[in-house]
């Protein structure tokens, strides 16, 4: 029987700064409410958005101190006020702004339909790594360019969280992919996790592989850096072509006419997790963590972030 403490370390801001500001903070105990569970975290996810509300980006003006940040990760069901979920569960959870505090600490407080059973292939860690890249990436392939078997589509900027994850399922859905990357790192890496051709992101390689792999014209882009090269990536496209990015990529691309060009954000609940668990099994997904660091290490772990060129995902271990 797990028992709970009345205070707990977390990973947290007292101000909005630079990585230095994220220190270890003594603080309650999450309570739950209604239809909420308290989840006993193993690892958590780092992910750009993170550093950004660290930095103070989506400040809504109203926010308490300390700040626990932090928007996903897994661990074990400690306790529960819905009867979905029994004590002793492994879950992980995506929750943007979670309003009971976010990740980075040794218990979390989720509204249950944030929350779902890890998929059976991977363990709390890699479990912990991917609830919103994967939730994202799903998303972005099948609900926003709905890419079928046969399409050609290019991955921009799929080294990262999101696209190491996307590249692997649009491969499950029969696409061919271009992958971008930088370095030759980079472009092992994407190759590795299945891309057919992996792209050097600068210079004028992306048109140069877009004519001859699909002289036609590419069908559908995602998105997962802005600037040039992305710009360049929605150039390859054929007329009707579609381009996805998540909320968040920056500079947003530039309209063109005759191109669908969608932002989207990822959504969490019950059939989203559902669809991601079968997703994970049916694309036998690999989860590259890139490195992970222990929570009292989560300002190295945002100075990390912020070197960029990470391959794959950052992770906190909580325990
Ligand atoms: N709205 C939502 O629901 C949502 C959810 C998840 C993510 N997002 C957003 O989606 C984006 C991707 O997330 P992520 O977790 O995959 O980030 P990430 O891990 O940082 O991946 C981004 C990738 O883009 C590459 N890149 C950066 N600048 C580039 C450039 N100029 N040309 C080519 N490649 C470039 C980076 O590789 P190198 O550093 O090696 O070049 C990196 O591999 C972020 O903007 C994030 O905020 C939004």
Request: aromatic share 6%; charged share 25%; hydrophobic share 45%.
């Amino acid at each position: 029987m797990h028992k709970i403490p009345k205070v707990m370390r977390a990973a947290a801001i007292d101000r909005f700064g630079g990585p230095e500001v994220l220190s270890i903070h003594s603080i309650p105990v999450p309570d739950l409410d209604a239809r909420e569970v308290l989840i006993a975290m193993h690892t958590a996810g780092v992910g750009v958005w993170d550093a950004e509300m660290r930095e103070g980006r989506y400040t809504s003006g109203s926010e308490r101190f300390p700040l626990v940040l932090g928007t996903d990760g897994a661990g074990t069901i400690v306790a529960s006020r819905i009867n979905v979920f029994n004590v002793g569960d492994q879950v992980y959870s995506y929750s943007f702004d979670n309003p009971k505090g976010g990740f980075y600490a040794e218990y979390v407080a989720v509204a249950s339909e944030k929350v779902a059973p890890i998929p059976e292939r991977l363990d709390l860690e890699h479990a912990g790594a991917i609830p919103t890249t994967g939730l994202t990436a799903l998303q972005g392939i099948d609900d926003v360019l709905h890419v079928t078997a046969g399409e050609t589509l290019i991955i921009h900027g799929a080294s990262g969280g999101v696209g190491s994850l996307a590249i692997q399922f649009a491969k499950w859905r029969g696409a061919r992919v271009l992958a971008t990357a930088r370095g030759e790192d980079g472009l092992a890496f994407v190759r590795h996790l299945g891309a057919d051709l992996a792209v050097e992101a600068r210079g004028d390689d992306i048109a140069a592989a877009a004519r001859f792999h699909a002289p036609g014209g590419i069908d559908a882009v995602l998105g997962l850096a802005g600037g040039d090269a992305f710009e360049r990536c929605i150039d390859t496209l054929r007329p009707g072509g579609r381009v996805a990015y998540p909320n968040g990529v920056q500079p947003v691309p530039n309209e063109r006419p005759g191109i669908e060009i969608t932002p989207y954000d990822a959504i969490a609940g019950i059939d989203e997790f559902e669809r991601l668990n079968r997703a994970v099994e049916a694309a036998e997904l690999k989860v590259p963590i890139a490195a992970a660091y222990a929570l009292d290490h989560a300002a190295r772990a945002h100075e990390r972030l912020a070197e960029g060129h990470v391959r794959g995902k950052l992770v906190l271990q909580v325990r």
